[in-house]
């Protein structure tokens, strides 16, 4: 219990028993040893006196259940934030040093066969008419890398 809770309960304590506190009514105080304590008779018990045992007895335990809350009052639980532990990412990329590869492109000539068509032809009067091309062979440039 810290000191600030110990100081509320001594301090409520001592409140309580100096506000119910009241003269000893019963005769004179007898000391040690001066014989037997006298006999008073109690009609109807402890609350036969119209109740005057009642005031003391809430108020302490309207007071005691205040010290109660506030000294066993549940701490607020408070969860510690999740811990997120990440390991940094590394990417290597090899240090290869290779020199430029210049190549010079080789030019060679193929015969290739190009397949039957109809071509388009104009008359000499201006008439577009279709005629039938039939395949051949051409000669062509190939470049190779």
Known sequence: MNKFKYMVVVV????AGATF??????????GFGHGPAPVRHHHGGVW???GRNFLPGFVG???GGMLTRTVVAPAPIIAPAPVVVTT??????????????????VTTTQQVWVEGRYVDQVQPNGVVV??????HYETRTVTVQ
């Open 12 to 15: 409520a304590v001592l409140a």
């Open 21 to 30: 506190a009241r003269p000893h009514r019963g005769g004179y105080s007898r």
């Open 48 to 50: 036969g006196h119209g």
């Open 61 to 63: 335990g309207v007071v």
């Open 88 to 105: 940094p990412t590394v990417v290597t990329t090899p240090t290869v040093v290779t020199a430029p590869v210049y190549t010079t492109p």
């Open 130 to 135: 279709r005629v039938w091309q039939p395949g």
